[in-house]
């Protein structure tokens, strides 16, 4: 392989895990976050899903359209040794999930409106084909884009590996989940009346919570103090003590503040005020430390990949 077919395969592989994951994490977040908030408004309905269309188009739909790009640029691209059948299952399954958003949900969500006003069916409709037609298709894509990085990485020693694995996927899982909810789910919140505020804050289930949105931002906290002494060869220490360092930042800031002087301050009564700060200080105190996470993630699949396709000449 020339160094510019490896240059192509290594920066598809890269981008199509990234997509995997993050799409994942955003299609959780939608399913299990904010679809089921949308019976609990009816005040103001339409400025609410006036926010939310604006900016789901972005953080979630685009990226979809690219996850199913990407799978198909893996025919072109992908290492020999993946099987091209399950190149054609991870497209068939992309193409099932960016379909029933375009062709199912997008046009339930329009109908949310004054106009129309809210129908329980096909709310109910939304969360079923949410699930059955978008939500486990990702799963199952994201199972294959496992197996996939298992293959590509398969000059690692296993332990090594998979530590760092995970790692990546929940870095990316939590980036498609912490879009949604800071970018999309936060500024909707200005919008729900005060009055239907309680009902809205109680649909997440503090278990829904524990395990789709707490676990996987903090278990890389895990992973990394493993990766201080297992890690793939390529990977220097600093740049692991550096990724565990921007996470114990992260629980810090959020066990000291976010949580205890904002989300349950929030949990007791409506308070636009207490909404304001946690939009303006999200963004300087939280978001671009997680971006620095993402970025050093991506950093290390590509030193690790570099290393890999070099081994395999």
Do not use: C
């Not at 201080?228 to 930042?249: A, C, E, Q, S």
Request: glycine letters at 2%; proline letters at 4%; aromatic letters at 18%.
């Amino acid at each position: 392989m020339t160094t510019n077919n490896a240059n192509k395969t290594l920066w598809t592989l890269t981008i199509y895990f990234i997509l995997s994951f993050f799409v994942l994490g955003a299609s959780v977040m939608m399913h299990y976050f904010i679809y089921p908030t949308f019976d609990k408004v009816h005040e103001n309905i339409s400025a609410y899903m006036s926010v939310f269309n604006s900016r789901v188009i972005i953080l979630f739909y685009i990226p979809s359209i690219l996850l199913l790009l990407s799978s198909i640029s893996l025919f072109w691209f992908a290492p020999k040794n993946f099987p091209k059948w399950a190149i054609a299952t991870s497209i068939a399954l992309s193409i099932i999930s960016a379909a029933t958003i375009f062709f199912i949900l997008i046009p339930i969500q329009n109908s949310f409106s004054a106009a129309e006003g809210f129908e329980t069916v096909k709310y109910n409709d939304l969360l079923s084909s949410s699930l059955n037609f978008q939500l486990i298709p990702i799963i199952l894509q994201s199972i294959i884009a496992f197996g996939f990085m298992n293959i590509f990485l398969a000059n690692t020693k296993a332990f090594v590996k998979w530590i760092f694995i995970g790692v990546f996927a929940l870095a990316f899982f939590t980036a498609g989940s912490n879009f949604i909810e800071v970018l999309l789910n936060y500024p909707s919140w200005l919008k729900v009346g005060a009055n239907e505020w309680m009902s809205f804050r109680q649909v997440v289930h503090k278990k829904a919570f524990l395990w789709v949105y707490l676990l996987p931002a903090f278990l890389p906290l895990f992973l990394l103090l493993l990766m201080i002494w297992f890690r793939p060869t390529p990977i220097k220490r600093k740049f692991v003590l550096m990724d565990l360092g921007l996470y114990v930042y992260i629980f810090a800031i959020s066990s000291s503040y976010f949580v205890p002087k904002l989300q349950l301050q929030l949990n007791k009564a409506y308070s636009t005020q207490l909404i304001e700060e946690l939009v303006k200080n999200e963004f300087p105190l939280r978001f671009l430390p997680e971006l620095l996470i993402y970025a050093l993630a991506t950093y290390m699949l590509i030193k690790v990949g570099k290393d890999q396709m070099h081994e395999t000449k």
